[in-house]
């Protein structure tokens, strides 16, 4: 009971969980990307276009965010090069896509962009492979 209620922390534990951290939010976030890449052309014909750039390029980035940067999240590689473009993505959804629906509507948006903003902030922790490369 002690431990629950010590405000102190070991870094063994913060890396714990940034590892856990990475696996849930990276895992999750591949599994948004992978339908749209293995069906590019059915969700490129209703995907939205926010800058004006056009509905596959809007598309392509927003699988080379979920997918690709989720992958590296996962792994602990390039951890917060790859969390700026699912940053950048998860701002467009909050603010753009989903920015006059009420906030429980948007509220896994809004938790996704957290966590991708915790782990820019702290980074990927010891148990990665920016953690092994790093030594």
């Known amino acids: 009971m002690a431990k629950l209620l010590s405000t102190k922390y ?3 534990g913060i890396s714990l969980s940034l590892l856990l951290l990475r696996l849930l939010f990276g895992g999750l976030i591949m599994t948004h990307g992978w339908p749209k890449l293995v069906n590019f052309a059915t969700y490129a014909q209703k995907f939205a276009d926010p800058f004006g750039i056009g509905k596959t390029a809007s598309l392509g980035l927003t699988i080379f965010a ?20 699912l940053i950048i993505c998860f701002v467009v959804i909050v603010f753009m896509i989903h920015g006059q ?3 429980h509507d948007k509220e896994v948006a809004v938790m996704f962009l957290a966590g991708w903003v915790s782990l820019l902030i702290s980074g990927p922790g010891k148990y990665s492979l920016d953690g092994v490369l790093g030594k």
Do not use: K, Y
Not at 66 to 85: D, S
């Open 10 to 12: 070991s870094n063994a």
């Open 101 to 103: 629906d009420p906030l």
């Open 66 to 85: 979920e997918f690709f940067c989720g992958a590296l999240v996962l792994v602990g590689l390039l951890t917060r090069v790859a969390t700026i473009p």
